[in-house]
C-alpha cells in the first residue's frame, strides 16, 4: 500500500490528517508541496486541486481531510 499526503508546513488539516493516520498506524510519505514545484504540480494533476492536504491511497485521491474517505479507501486497500 502506498499512501502520499501533500502538505503545507501551515496547513492545520494537514496536521490533522497525519496524525489521523498515524494513530492507525498506517505508514504514508508527506511531501510538502510549499517547497517542491514539481509535486505540487503532480498533486494538481492528481487532484484539480491546488488546497492540501490532498492524500493518495493506492490512487484513490482524498481532497481535504475527510476521516469517512480515508477509512474507506484504506479499508478497500487492505482487502487487495
Same mark, same amino acid.
Given at each position: /500500500?502506498?499512501? !502520499? =499526503? ?9 496536521? +490533522?490528517a497525519k496524525d489521523f493516520l498515524r494513530s492507525k498506524d498506517v505508514p504514508f =510519505? #508527506? ?6 514545484? %514539481? %509535486?505540487?504540480? #503532480? /498533486? ?5 486541486? /491546488? ?5 493518495? =491511497?493506492?490512487?484513490?485521491?482524498? +481532497? ?6 480515508? #477509512?474507506? %479507501?484504506?479499508?478497500?486497500? !487492505?482487502?487487495?
Open positions: /500500500m502506498t499512501i !502520499k =499526503i501533500y502538505t503545507t508546513h501551515t496547513c492545520p488539516w494537514c496536521d +490533522v =510519505i #508527506e511531501i510538502d508541496v510549499q517547497t517542491n514545484r %514539481a %509535486a505540487a504540480q #503532480e /498533486m494538481i494533476t492528481k487532484s484539480g486541486q /491546488m488546497g492540501v492536504p490532498v492524500i493518495d =491511497i493506492n490512487g484513490s485521491v482524498i +481532497v481535504g481531510f475527510n476521516k469517512n474517505a480515508i #477509512e474507506m %479507501a484504506l479499508s478497500f486497500t !487492505k482487502q487487495f
